[in-house]
């Protein structure tokens, strides 16, 4: 574990912003960072996961927009990354990121507040992963953005925020930057282990942690000691419900608060008593934002400085709003005000609280030589929500497809299942019928 304070937080910020002015970076770049805590010992790793804050604020104080690329990612994933970002820099290499936190040289003024968020790139429907883009808003609007989050989680310098997930996807590398900017500190585990994070909660008495239910199915497989926490928030999944009352029990149903949203922004939220009301909801819309169910399409009206585009891509941005409000094309219903989901958007995976886009997954397997048409779809899995299954037509085997997948496809992306069929089964308008593969049922 490594514990980074404010104080430390903040000389660190400021010396990679010395550094990254000596690498020519100026303010409307983009500079690609691909965390590499997975390759170390877990004192290393957790040291190199502050490097990686500190130089994600030290890009967003001074104007530079960071890119974080997840290192699971094959080689041909985070190269499309890179080139669509236009990344000026690429930071890869542990021993960079230790040197621009050791600057000694002068450094530019930092902003009071990060000028927008980190462009992370979703998992495309269209099976190309696009970049969400929030910065060149202005410092008003950016202060804003940040504002509104620490006045909803009431974030103090009293705070101490343990880092469950890695610092590549939004939620964890967001409250670790929340936590201190307020003030507090941040433990870092390097890598989630459940023991050390169990070990964590006596030793370093966190108030507060983001988890996926994954995390809270690994962790309840062991004897926890009592929770410190005062917040605990959780998404990215739908959660078993034995699972929320688990942790009702331990953390206290005042001390939980799920959340709905996408790397594109947050919908709704919603405490713990008021899923105990009315079970399987996600809550009722942030503050200052309102819902609206179109075709079971849900709607989130927001304030300006939560706008976002999609970068490089000017058509889907638009596809995306209509005025002030934005859908990533999830399906729910209302009921008085509160929202409750009907269906993820174009047959999302979400496995380990990680999502995984069947289109993404087809585009690649398509291009094994053998395979002539290829779904991929869900099934549920009672430890990580969903495992990612692949059914296709072909002379290919499935070994041959699992080799292939292996290769281009991160390990989180991978088929766990593999099924060669004589034909896919369709509807009447051409389309796959993926529910019938993710049930078993044969046509």
């Known amino acids: 574990m490594y514990v980074l304070d404010a104080g430390q937080y903040q000389r660190m910020t400021a010396a990679a912003a ?27 790793a957790a040291y190199l996961q502050a490097c990686v804050i500190a130089v994600v604020a030290a890009a967003l104080r001074t104007g530079i927009t960071p890119v974080p690329i997840n290192p699971l990612l094959t080689a041909a994933e985070r190269e499309h990354i890179v080139r669509d970002s236009g990344a000026a ?34 998992s495309g429907t269209t099976g190309r992963p696009k970049g969400v883009y929030t910065q060149g808003i202005g410092e008003a609007l950016t202060e804003a953005l940040w504002r509104d989050e620490l006045d909803q989680w009431e974030f103090t310098q009293a705070d101490v ?11 964890p590398l967001r409250y670790a930057m929340l936590v ?6 941040a433990v870092l585990p390097g890598v989630f282990n459940a023991q050390a994070i169990a070990a964590a909660l006596v030793d370093h008495k966190p108030t507060h942690a983001f988890l996926v239910p994954s995390h809270l199915q690994r962790l309840f497989d062991l004897d926890l000691p009592a929770s410190p926490y005062r917040l ?9 419900p034995q699972v929320k009352r688990r942790l009702h029990e331990w953390a206290g149903v005042d001390h ?12 709704t939220v919603c405490p713990g008593v008021d899923w105990e009301e009315r079970p399987g909801t996600v809550g009722r819309a942030r503050p200052g934002r309102t819902l609206e169910i179109r075709d079971g399409v849900i709607w989130c ?22 005025g002030d409000a934005f859908s990533v094309g999830d399906l729910g219903r209302l009921e008085d005000g509160y929202l409750y989901l009907e269906g993820r958007r174009e047959d999302l995976i979400i496995s380990g609280g990680v999502n995984v886009y069947p289109a993404e ?20 899995d009672e430890r990580w929500g969903q495992r990612v299954c692949v059914a296709y037509s072909g002379s290919a085997t499935p070994q041959t497809v699992g080799d292939w997948a292996k290769e281009n496809l991160a390990a989180y992306k991978r088929p766990k299942e593999i099924e060669r069929m004589d034909e896919l089964p369709h509807n009447a308008s051409g389309k796959v019928e993926r529910l019938l593969l993710a049930t078993g049922v044969k046509p």
């Open 89 to 122: 820099r690429i930071l890869s290499d542990a021993s960079e990121l230790r040197a621009l936190v050791d600057h000694s040289g002068p450094s530019p003024e930092l902003a009071d507040w990060p000028l927008g968020r980190p462009m992370h790139y979703t």
């Open 180 to 185: 201190l900017h307020a003030g507090g500190s």
């Open 361 to 380: 997954v087809e585009a690649v397997i398509s291009e094994c030589p053998g395979v002539l048409e290829v779904a991929a779809f869900g099934r549920d």
């Open 256 to 267: 939980v608060w799920e959340f709905y949203g996408s790397t594109e922004g947050q919908f």
């Open 161 to 171: 925020t343990l880092v469950h997930g890695p610092l590549c996807h939004a939620a």
């Open 301 to 322: 009206h927001t304030p300006e400085f939560a706008r976002f585009d999609y970068w490089n891509d000017p058509v889907k941005t638009a596809d995306a709003w209509d």
């Open 18 to 44: 010395g550094g990254l002015q000596r690498l020519g970076l100026v303010p409307g770049d983009r500079v690609a960072i691909i965390t590499p805590e997975h390759r170390f010992d877990a004192a290393e």
């Open 232 to 240: 605990v928030t959780h998404a990215g999944a739908a959660i078993p």
